[in-house]
């Protein structure tokens, strides 16, 4: 996984490489001993403090009540923001006006809890990986459109769609951000998210030191290229924050439900005033569960007190929030954890700052465009038990400590033949098989084993199914196997008539030559069909009676195929490594 590009841009400025990457995981359920991650293309980025905030004045008034919806939005609008908030590149004409958001569950990368942002001339999103990546396309007066984006077959080509609303599946690694251009009646503008001189996207993973130097930066909903704002209530007090006629019991940041979900390590919310609380002070952040755009259960709650706020100027403070308390919606059992799985729309809370005899604090916000209305992140909770939203595309710099897991095989189906056997599977992970683990005990007549390479991380998993009992006619198990942020299920099946293919010689045959695959086959079968590792088909193929055939590989990326012979004989899948 490597991006020249990016690496020589790197040199350019003067950075250095690292490799050394780690994160403390353990047995099942607990993220507390040794193990290892997949490195992504690691290098170290130049970072920048924080410019002084701009204050603006917000009215005088708490905006009105919104107690049961919380977004003002057609429900089926998602609600990040990225793209909205930067110049938009255009022709003369006013119209057609190209935009997009960035794919949903996806954040845009903020700065550090010592409030150091990166370099200027890069901006960065942090998605998942493997999953579709839907980039969402809200341009105006527009009737064609033109996407430019990097192509994820990890080749450094560009590939260009008409689709209005294109998915695309990024592996692991970090991308190129994909350009649109909009076009009506021969005119046409073109948009990119960010303003810097470079932008990438994260596919999968987390943010680490060994990438960003001087700390791991936050990931939220805010955008670094506009002006962070302490809003005034216009009465001496702060609009998000201890407020003049103390109305507010607490402030709150929404975050959209991701693709897939993803693991929490922690929080921080920036603040620029912070005073007058006295050290055992403890504040409390909630995390609400958001469905249908209603607030339901309290999924965990975290800690903070005054003490452990730290300050890097009259004006630059964070509170962090990071050990966890879980709680079971059904049970309202308790239990505590240094991490959360959040797979649902969510609403950060933070109260406890209030009715503190000459205290003051305003948590950082941002308000970073006025088209579309009604996007809207920052919210209140009211001291008479109402709920409020600030009337202006607003978010509150809440900054998230986030990995975006992955676990994907091959294949999900063992058919076993009723005298035993053995199916190996290919497996891709972000973490190492050490930090797995099955849901459930496999049965008895099911083992696993497995091999991982920690250099190339080639990882294979294989499952051994015992002869079924004599009298027996089947047995199924459904293997479901577990890491921190994600899983995968394999279906097992074993019976007196199942199986009987894969106890026959292969028919079929795929060599991996220098330029080319080498396909040998009875001549009964007449065409292939190509898959790689996500399920893709990405070609197909007519076979002639010849028995053997080549396909041109050199526009192929290292990975695992499934080449899928079908005919009058039936069906024949073989599964190549490139």
Not at 166 to 181: A, V
Not at 319 to 338: A, C, E, H, S, Y
Request: charged letters at 15%; hydrophobic letters at 35%; glycine letters at 6%.
């Amino acid at each position: 996984m490597k991006k020249t590009l990016l690496i020589i841009m790197m040199f350019a400025v003067g950075v250095s490489i690292s490799t050394a990457q780690s994160i403390r995981v353990g047995v099942a359920g607990e993220k507390s001993a040794a193990a290892s991650y997949q490195p992504m293309n690691s290098q170290s980025l130049v970072i920048q403090p924080m410019i002084e905030t701009k204050t603006q004045i917000a009215p005088d008034v708490l905006p009105a009540l919104n107690q049961e919806v919380i977004c003002h939005y057609p429900k089926k609008i998602a609600v990040n923001n990225s793209g909205l908030d930067n110049t938009i590149i255009r022709s003369s004409n006013a119209n057609p006006n190209a935009l997009y958001m960035c794919p949903e569950g996806f954040f845009k990368v903020g700065f550090t809890k010592k409030w150091i942002a990166y370099n200027n001339s890069i901006d960065f999103l942090l998605g998942h990986a493997y999953d579709q990546t839907i980039w969402r396309n809200i341009s105006t007066d527009a009737d064609t459109y033109s996407w430019s984006f990097e192509n994820p077959n990890g080749s450094g080509s560009t590939l260009k769609t008409a689709e209005k609303n294109p998915n695309i599946p990024y592996p692991f690694d970090i991308y190129l951000i994909p350009t649109l251009t909009a076009s009506k009646g021969g005119y046409s503008s073109t948009y990119q998210w960010g303003t810097a001189n470079q932008r990438f996207l994260f596919a999968g993973g987390e943010l680490s030191e060994s990438i960003f130097r001087s700390g791991i930066p936050g990931c939220g909903n805010y955008d670094l290229s506009y002006d962070l704002v302490p809003y005034s209530d216009g009465a001496g007090g702060y609009l998000f924050g201890t407020n003049a006629k103390n109305l507010i019991d607490g402030v709150a940041n929404y975050f959209e439900k991701p693709v897939h979900k993803y693991i929490l390590d922690g929080v921080w919310a920036a603040l620029t005033r912070f005073s007058g609380f006295p050290a055992n002070t403890e504040f409390t952040m909630v995390i609400h569960r958001v469905v249908d755009d209603y607030l339901t259960d309290e999924i965990a709650t975290a800690t903070c007190k005054a003490a452990d706020v730290e300050s890097f100027s009259s004006t630059a403070f964070t509170m962090p929030f990071n050990t966890f308390t879980i709680i079971d919606p059904k049970t309202g059992l308790k239990v505590k954890k240094d991490y959360l799985e959040i797979e649902d729309a969510i609403m950060i809370e933070i109260r406890g700052f209030n009715n503190i005899p000459g205290s003051e604090i305003c948590f950082l916000s941002q308000e970073f465009d006025v088209v579309p209305t009604n996007v809207n992140y920052a919210y209140l909770f009211l001291k008479d038990g109402g709920f409020s939203y600030y009337p202006g595309t607003t978010s509150l710099v809440f900054n998230l400590e986030i990995t975006y897991s992955f676990l994907l095989a091959d294949s999900y189906e063992f058919n076993a033949p009723a005298s035993g056997g053995e199916k190996t599977f290919e497996v891709i992970s972000y973490y190492s098989p050490n930090a797995w683990w099955f849901e459930e005990n496999l049965p008895e007549w099911l083992s696993e084993k497995y091999t991982f390479d920690s250099k190339t991380w080639d990882i294979r998993l294989s499952l051994a199914a015992k002869p079924l009992p004599a009298g027996m006619e089947s047995r199924e198990a459904t293997a479901k196997i577990v890491t921190y942020g994600a899983d995968m299920s394999i279906s097992v099946k074993q019976s007196s008539t199942t199986g009987l293919s894969a106890v026959t010689l292969a028919d079929t045959k795929v060599i991996n030559k220098i330029n080319y695959f080498e396909l040998k086959y009875p001549s009964d079968y007449t065409s292939v069909s190509i898959y790689n590792v996500f399920g893709q088909k990405i070609a197909s193929c007519q076979l002639p009676a010849t028995g053997t055939f080549n396909v041109p590989s050199d526009n192929y990326s290292k990975g695992v195929y499934l080449f899928n012979f079908t005919g009058a004989r039936g069906t024949s899948t073989v599964k190549v490594r490139y």
